[in-house]
């Protein structure tokens, strides 16, 4: 302890120490440590809101000395980005871009081998792409603006003459995305009572050569009460998004027709038609218990639907074309038309039946037409998948070994090469259908009917019949009689010159009738077939038909090989009302209906072009 009392106490201790003593020390520390604490704080890392702050100093500062050139090319850019982006949004949502045919559709089948699994992408990105407002619609205005394609079937005025077939929406995932592509109809299904899964995978073969497909899906469904929930839904959010709320009563007003829109596709000048169809484990020889199963799909489905398509033609279901006999097709048909009288809506759907294109031979055809009038139907599908196999196209060609493999499949064939049996099928039923049902009771009597109107009856082409001198005047002449106003919507439309059904067709002939008269906003069309709105009025009245009623004129819709907009002039100047696409649509596209549309814009304006230079 002396020793180091001593060291402190020395020269060099002191001198060491500084002179301070354990106060000052002390003091020293705490400035020290403050002064310490002070750096730490200068050299801190600076903070997110410090970095924006220096960052918006610093480009304010180059700005203010960066050169005007900088600055318009800086502008340049952005405005170029903008642009390019809405031109792009604009040209892919637009059906009449190129895109979807030559890259969209190519690179669906690249990614996908399978068609069905293609099929189903197909369905997934639309509906996807719809609930973003960034799906594929139809811009022009065309067909609500022009009318030039206007038609009326069952009471309403739909905007064009082309729908979509069954098959696309099986479950009714995307009515309304298949809406916009720009078709007047679009059908669903078909719905069979209970859900099924169909034939086994892969059921779905392509044949590019021939722009065909061989499907044998055997009526896959996830059921009637899925698909009606589905539409339900839809008609739900159509009553909130205008303003009528969620409750039951505002899904009533909406089926009820008091929103201003058919109650199924919930768009003015469109239908929706619903395919039904029975179970596959329900026996073939029980016909009260395939009865039963349509009837269950339109307690279900029919206060959703505008029309009602009833499916006894898919070749892919056993048993089910046995059905197209008259004796048990009347008795389906007659529950059916029953069970949609009963519908819980005011206005209630229209019915008819899809019959198959092989069930072609004159006894079969008067059958079904037999059984048409007796059940009360209001129209026929001509047309679905064939089990034969038509010559290619050019008959010539050579299929390729892959495709030739692929005709081998069992199931439905569909292509273009079904239009010549699809037109020739239209005439048929056309010419069937426009005689009235025979009276039993009058049938051993004399005839005591004109024979200016027993005449057209005899020749399906209308060559022998006095009132139209050629085949194009006899199908305006069909078509005048479907331009009665069965609804306010269509009694609007028929005072106003939107039909100019004859420029439809493509013989010169037949514009003739139309550039003299036009429908009267006086009185709607006449239902008799001597005399029409769309022809020039008779110098003389018409005489008085025999009858005291003349029976409602059945509907046709035609689908089967219509590839073209010139393909879908012939089937409406054959006698059908509405033309339905499937395959075209596969290798098309989403714009197929806008080109087909299109085409016939042509075909019409080359036919007046021809007929005025003439």
Known sequence: MKGARGLLRSPTAWKLSGGFNRCQWRTIARQSQRHLSLQSR???????????????????????????????????????????????????????????????????????????????????????????????????????????????????????????????????????????????????????????????????????????????????????????????????????????????????????????????????????????????????????????????????????????????????????????????????????????????????????????????????????????????????????TTKKRPDTVPTSYVVPAKDQTALTETGGYSGPQMFGRTLDLVKRYRSRLDQAPVDDSTSTAPSSTPATQSAPRESPTGASAPVSPNSAEASAERDAQRLKPLTDEAAKDSRQPLFKLPERHTSPESLEGSSSSAPTPTAPPPKSTSTSSLAPPPTSPPPKSTSTSSPEQKVIFATGGITNGEQCLEILNAGASVCQTYTAMMYGGVGTVTRMKSEMREAMKRAKSSKTSS
């Not at 309304?176 to 899964?197: M, N």
């Not at 019959?355 to 059984?371: F, K, L, Y």
């Open 42 to 384: 200068t050299h801190r890392r600076p903070t997110a809101r410090t970095q924006i702050s220096q960052l918006t100093q610093r480009r304010n500062a180059s700005s203010d000395t960066a050169p005007t050139g900088t600055r318009l090319k800086n502008f340049i850019y952005g405005t170029g980005i903008i642009l390019v982006t809405a031109f792009g949004y604009l040209y892919i949502t637009d059906t009449r871009a190129s895109i979807h045919q030559w890259l969209i559709v190519p690179t669906l089948r690249l990614l996908h081998s399978d068609p069905e699994e293609a099929h189903h992408a197909g369905i997934r990105y639309i509906k996807a792409l719809y609930d973003f407002n960034l799906h594929p619609r139809e811009r022009s205005k065309r067909d609500e603006e022009v009318g030039d394609l206007k038609i009326e079937v069952f009471g309403h005025v739909l905007n064009n003459p082309i729908g979509t077939s069954a098959g696309i929406d099986k479950n009714a995932e995307i009515p309304s995305p298949l809406f916009a592509l720009g078709p007047a109809i679009v059908e669903v299904g078909g719905a069979t009572p209970h859900p099924q899964t169909g034939n086994p995978k892969p059921r779905v073969f392509r044949i590019p050569s021939q722009n065909a497909l061989i499907n044998r899906y055997g009526l896959n469904s996830e059921g009637a009460e899925h698909v009606a929930m589905q539409l339900r839904e839809r008609v739900r959010h159509y009553a909130y998004a205008n303003g009528l709320g969620l409750e039951p009563e505002s899904e009533r007003q909406v089926l009820d027709g008091l929103a201003d829109v058919p109650p199924g596709s919930l768009m003015p000048g469109r239908l929706l038609a619903v395919q039904i169809a029975k179970n596959k484990t329900t026996p073939d020889n029980d016909i009260n218990a395939i009865a039963n199963d349509y009837v269950f799909c339109v307690d279900h489905l029919a206060k959703y639907a505008d029309i009602l398509v009833v499916n006894v033609s898919s070749p892919n279901t056993p048993g089910l074309r046995d059905l197209q006999a008259t004796a048990p097709l009347t008795a389906i048909l007659s529950a059916v038309v029953d069970a949609a009288k009963l519908c819980p809506r005011k206005t209630k759907p229209a019915v008819m039946v899809k019959v198959s294109p092989d069930e072609d031979s004159d006894a079969q055809i008067e059958g079904i037409c037999s059984a048409v009038w007796a059940s009360g139907v209001d129209g026929v599908i001509v047309g679905n």
